[in-house]
């Protein structure tokens, strides 16, 4: 069947398959499993206590919890009682909160966890609506999973027609979530999705690409209330593919050996943390065995997919039986895996390493506002083109501005950002091309064409000589070093391009003990370190010499601190929030360019 409303998908897996482990969280040392029944059965459950507890079509339905079944639980029921799902990550501070709990209209709030009550809990008099609460876990004191089972259960009877005849009349075109974009500069925008935008996203995915199979198990630890890895979600469901979700981020390895995952989620963060791990791995090898370990890592940074000659592909076989297999065992144990990177694009020497290693990165690219996917690549059909995003969904039709603002249409747009039609009017021309505001252009090669992002149209900042420097080409260049951790390029409207840059400073310490010298004590000391800043010094040296003139990085100030969500220098996507960042090092950047302060 093709779907066009989310909760089709509960017809399509109950109609062709059983599955007792559809969906699994942790419990102790084993999991906690439930099968396609229960799903749907909870469903209908939650649906019919939404209704019976007095909420009606429309309202807003917030959820604030960690990825667990009780997510999807409650994802599809809200849906079959025709309400609007918005979900919120749990991270996000009082102020958002506050700001998002009252601009969505919020009329309930399912929490997961105590942890995640407490964190929360101070906003709830200043929310307008004063929404009813419910938790997940039990929690004193307030009303828990279990009463709304126990209500759904009780009223399903009486609300079963409601819930039938909202499956047969929620138009493709109702608003089916509203996701608050985490942005990098200002308050959030809240996206409204329809069941049409969502749909025609993951099923087109689901008809061409078919990333995993019925007998596939899936790892879960990216946030399920955002959009990228929601969809992917979604798609798995109608394959019939199982989700067992994560613990905590801490237990991603334990958790994926254990279940022995075909796959997983991730944004190009992770897989720089998994490179850098699996290159630490060779330095606990020892003579011949360490020299054939960073000879088949050096082959797998230069991984060529589309070299057939035999020798090279016997030398890659070869490097497989001793190293890469070796790599997939200690992950999941599979022959290979299956994994869909968004949010960003990866170092092409860590998506050639996965790719030599038989762990098959989907790397796509799209926006909340696109519900999301506007390119993915196809590895497993040989369509791939490293340095790129991948090729056009079928759905989904793309331009270039003049300036080359990449801009795309169809049935995957975003109806709208709520309560702000001016805003929605700015980014969605009267064409209908949504404006993405990112760089791109199409590289072509033998197997098609495919989409390349170059940066960002609101980072580009031109020097006061008048050139343009595009800052994420420079910054990315820089992170594929193992000695940089994060960076900042600054300088717009001066002379020259600097940088902020945060040191890896585990790295940086290994290295000089290596070359028998003195390792600084505390951070702040090895910022100041002049071995430590002539380490990073070489690093934007090697860089330089690919940059023109204009963009080469002429000074550059070390920083003690790590950057992360909880601190405000990433967004929840691991996206560089640059005015925080400006903000934060405002003196650093006066003092680079022998600024005094107005």
């Given at each position: 069947?093709?779907?066009t409303?989310?909760?089709?998908?509960?017809d399509?897996?109950?109609?062709?398959?059983?599955?007792?482990?559809?969906?699994?969280?942790?419990?102790?040392?084993?999991?906690?499993?439930y099968?396609?029944k229960?799903?749907?059965n909870?469903?209908?459950?939650?649906?019919?206590?939404?209704?019976?507890?007095?909420?009606?079509e429309?309202d807003?339905?917030?959820?604030i919890?960690?990825?667990?079944?009780?997510w999807?639980?409650?994802?599809?029921?809200?849906?079959?009682?025709?309400?609007?799902?918005?979900?919120?990550?749990?991270?996000?501070?009082k102020?958002?909160?506050?700001?998002?709990?009252n601009?969505?209209?919020?009329k309930?709030?399912?929490?997961?966890?105590e942890?995640?009550?407490?964190?929360?809990?101070?906003?709830?008099?200043?929310?307008?609506?004063?929404?009813?609460?419910?938790?997940v876990?039990k929690i004193?004191?307030?009303?828990?999973?279990?009463?709304?089972?126990?209500?759904?259960?009780?009223?399903r009877?009486?609300?079963?027609?409601?819930?039938?005849?909202n499956?047969?009349?929620?138009?493709?075109?109702d608003?089916?979530t509203?996701?608050?974009?985490?942005?990098?500069?200002?308050?959030?925008?809240?996206?409204?999705?329809?069941?049409?935008?969502i749909?025609?996203?993951?099923?087109?995915?689901?008809?061409?690409?078919?990333?995993?199979?019925?007998?596939a198990?899936?790892?879960?630890?990216?946030?399920?209330?955002?959009?990228?890895?929601?969809?992917?979600n979604?798609?798995?469901?109608?394959?019939g593919?199982?989700?067992?979700?994560?613990?905590?981020?801490?237990?991603?390895?334990?958790?994926?050996?254990?279940?022995?995952?075909?796959?997983?989620?991730?944004?190009?963060r992770?897989?720089?943390?998994m490179?850098?791990?699996l290159?630490?791995?060779g330095?606990?090898?020892?003579?011949?065995?360490?020299k054939i370990?960073?000879?088949?890592?050096?082959?797998?940074?230069?991984?060529?997919?589309?070299?057939?000659n035999?020798?090279?592909?016997?030398?890659?076989?070869?490097?497989d039986?001793?190293?890469?297999?070796?790599?997939?065992?200690?992950?999941?144990?599979?022959?290979?895996m299956?994994?869909?990177?968004?949010?960003?694009?990866?170092?092409?020497?860590?998506?050639?390493?996965?790719?030599?290693?038989?762990?098959?990165?989907?790397?796509?690219?799209?926006?909340?506002?696109?519900?999301?996917?506007?390119?993915?690549?196809?590895?497993?059909?040989n369509?791939?083109?490293?340095?790129?995003?991948?090729?056009i969904?079928?759905?989904?039709?793309?331009?270039?501005?003049?300036?080359?603002?990449?801009?795309?249409?169809?049935?995957?747009?975003?109806?709208?950002?709520?309560?702000?039609?001016?805003?929605t009017?700015?980014?969605i021309?009267?064409?209908?091309?949504?404006?993405?505001?990112?760089?791109?252009t199409?590289?072509?090669?033998?197997?098609?064409?495919?989409?390349?992002?170059?940066?960002?149209?609101?980072?580009?900042?031109?020097?006061?000589?008048?050139?343009?420097?595009?800052?994420?080409?420079?910054?990315?260049?820089?992170?594929?070093?193992?000695?940089?951790?994060?960076?900042m390029?600054?300088?717009?409207?001066?002379?020259?391009?600097s940088?902020?840059?945060?040191?890896?400073?585990?790295?940086?310490?290994?290295?000089?003990?290596?070359?028998?010298?003195?390792v600084?004590?505390?951070?702040e000391?090895?910022?100041?370190?002049q071995?430590?800043?002539?380490?990073?010094?070489?690093?934007?040296?090697?860089?330089?010499?690919?940059?023109?003139?204009?963009?080469?990085?002429?000074?550059?100030?070390?920083?003690?601190?790590?950057?992360?969500?909880?601190t405000?220098?990433?967004?929840?996507?691991?996206k560089?929030?640059?005015?925080?960042?400006?903000?934060?090092?405002?003196?650093?950047?006066?003092?680079?360019?022998?600024?005094?302060k107005?």
């Open positions: 069947m093709v779907p409303r989310i909760f089709d998908i509960l399509e897996i109950s109609s062709k398959y059983e599955k007792p482990d559809f969906f699994a969280e942790r419990e102790g040392d084993g999991w906690k499993t099968s396609i229960d799903y749907v909870y469903s209908h459950i939650i649906a019919s206590a939404l209704l019976e507890i007095g909420l009606v429309g807003k339905i917030v959820t919890m960690n990825n667990r079944p009780a999807n639980f409650f994802d599809m029921g809200i849906m079959l009682a025709h309400m609007i799902h918005v979900p919120v990550y749990p991270t996000l501070n102020l958002e909160f506050e700001y998002i709990l601009h969505c209209d919020c309930c709030i399912i929490i997961g966890t942890a995640i009550y407490k964190h929360v809990a101070p906003v709830f008099p200043e929310v307008a609506q004063h929404p009813l609460v419910y938790s876990d004193e004191g307030v009303a828990n999973m279990d009463e709304i089972i126990k209500i759904g259960e009780q009223s009877e009486k609300w079963a027609a409601t819930i039938e005849n499956r047969k009349n929620i138009s493709t075109d608003t089916a509203i996701i608050y974009t985490s942005g990098t500069t200002g308050r959030s925008k809240g996206v409204m999705l329809t069941h049409k935008n749909c025609n996203n993951f099923y087109p995915i689901v008809r061409d690409y078919q990333l995993l199979d019925y007998h198990k899936m790892l879960s630890f990216l946030p399920l209330c955002h959009v990228y890895e929601r969809t992917v979604y798609h798995y469901q109608f394959m593919v199982s989700h067992y979700y994560a613990k905590s981020l801490a237990t991603i390895g334990k958790d994926m050996h254990d279940m022995h995952a075909d796959g997983f989620c991730a944004v190009p992770v897989f720089e943390m490179y850098d791990k290159y630490q791995a330095k606990n090898q020892t003579g011949i065995k360490k370990y960073y000879w088949a890592f050096d082959e797998a940074t230069k991984y060529d997919h589309y070299n057939k035999p020798f090279y592909r016997f030398k890659i076989s070869i490097a039986k001793l190293v890469y297999s070796k790599w997939r065992e200690a992950l999941s144990g599979k022959d290979e299956t994994v869909v990177s968004g949010g960003s694009s990866i170092p092409e020497k860590v998506i050639r390493l996965f790719t030599a290693a038989k762990v098959r990165v989907y790397e796509g690219y799209g926006l909340t506002e696109t519900s999301p996917v506007i390119a993915v690549n196809h590895p497993r059909r369509i791939i083109k490293f340095g790129c995003v991948g090729v969904l079928p759905t989904v039709q793309v331009k270039f501005a003049e300036d080359g603002e990449i801009l795309t249409k169809g049935p995957c747009v975003m109806k709208g950002y709520y309560k702000d039609e001016a805003l009017k700015e980014v021309d009267e064409d209908g091309w949504f404006h993405t505001g990112d760089i791109g199409m590289v072509k090669d033998s197997q098609g064409e495919y989409l390349k992002i170059t940066d960002r149209k609101k980072e580009i900042f031109k020097l006061s000589l008048g050139k343009y420097i595009a800052p994420q080409v420079i910054e990315n260049k820089l992170k594929t070093s193992e000695f940089i951790d994060n960076l390029v600054i300088g717009e409207n001066e002379k020259f391009v940088a902020i840059i945060v040191p890896s400073l585990k790295k940086i310490g290994d290295y000089l003990q290596s070359q028998n010298k003195q600084p004590s505390t951070r000391e090895m910022t100041k370190s071995d430590v800043i002539d380490v990073i010094q070489k690093e934007v040296d090697k860089v330089n010499e690919s940059l023109a003139d204009h963009e080469k990085i002429k000074r550059f100030r070390l920083v003690p601190d790590v950057w992360d969500i909880s405000g220098e990433l967004s929840q996507t691991l560089l929030k640059r005015k925080v960042v400006y903000q934060k090092y405002d003196s650093i950047c006066r003092e680079i360019y022998y600024q005094t107005e």
